[in-house]
């Protein structure tokens, strides 16, 4: 067992085989702000399991395109002006129509700050 208490100027972490006394001890005085977590809890990497991979199949570069410039705020006109590209470029490639270029996926990486392999 783990027993954290974080709260403003105390912070302590008590595990191993903690006696019930203890444990009550803590939650009397620490309430709101004691985090209490069984060891045994397994923690596993989101990517390896079976539904991740499953949308990451579904997840196409013209959805990535159009999730990326929605989520920045930018409608296809303004993406356009930043890739010096019509918009009907961007909607062509946000639907699938035009594939995205390694040189555009550049470029696209540039602007969202992520890798230019999501793109492609």
């Known amino acids: 067992m783990l027993a954290v208490v974080k709260m403003p100027h105390t912070s302590f972490t008590v595990s191993g085989d903690i006696p019930e006394n203890i444990l009550n001890i803590l939650k009397t005085y620490y309430k709101k702000h004691l985090i209490l977590e069984d060891e045994k809890s397994e923690y596993v990497e989101a990517s390896t399991m079976d539904w991740y991979k499953e949308a990451e199949k579904r997840q196409t570069p013209a959805k990535t ?44 990486s540039e602007i969202f700050g992520i890798d230019a392999g999501r793109f492609i």
């Open 65 to 108: 395109l159009r999730f990326y410039r929605i989520l920045n705020k930018l409608t296809q006109v303004q993406l356009a002006e930043k890739l010096g590209v019509t918009k009907q470029f961007i909607s062509n490639m946000e639907t699938g129509q035009k594939p995205i270029s390694r040189k555009t996926a550049y470029l696209l």
